[in-house]
């Protein structure tokens, strides 16, 4: 079992930055990928980020590439998402997901945090 809390969600101007972190608690966080989705209102969820076990191999949506940067403490089970150049319509709920080998298909999945408020305003 894994539990997962998100925290540094808030509301920003365009043209700012967040981070978010994810904590992640369990005896085999180390064998899972770590990924960040987000889910608007009316919308689906959708794929952000995502960091593997080893911390070194990532991959980035095209809507947040060249803008956010996930990282992994894999000493102390924390994953990060830093968001730069932060946009409307990036506003979102942002959940932090952990998924043996999982990729950027949300029922790669298995645990999942309850989510953070992120909202940027014009």
């Known amino acids: 079992q894994i539990q997962l809390v998100e925290s540094g969600g808030g509301l920003v101007q365009a043209g700012g930055s967040l981070r978010l972190s994810c904590a992640a608690s369990g005896r085999s966080v180390s064998l899972y990928a770590l990924g960040w989705f987000r889910q608007a209102p009316g919308k689906e969820r959708e794929f952000v980020a995502v960091?593997?076990?080893?911390?070194?191999?990532?991959y980035i949506a095209d809507s947040a590439k060249g803008r956010f940067t996930i990282s992994r403490d894999t000493a102390r089970n924390w994953m990060y998402l830093q968001m730069n150049r932060l946009r409307p319509e990036d506003t979102a709920v942002y959940y932090c997901?952990?998924?043996?080998?999982?990729?950027?298909?949300?029922?790669?999945?298995?645990?999942w945090g309850q989510g953070t408020q992120v909202t940027v305003s014009s």
């Open positions: 960091i593997a076990r080893n911390g070194r191999s990532t």
């Open positions: 997901a952990a998924g043996y080998d999982a990729g950027s298909d949300s029922n790669e999945y298995r645990y």
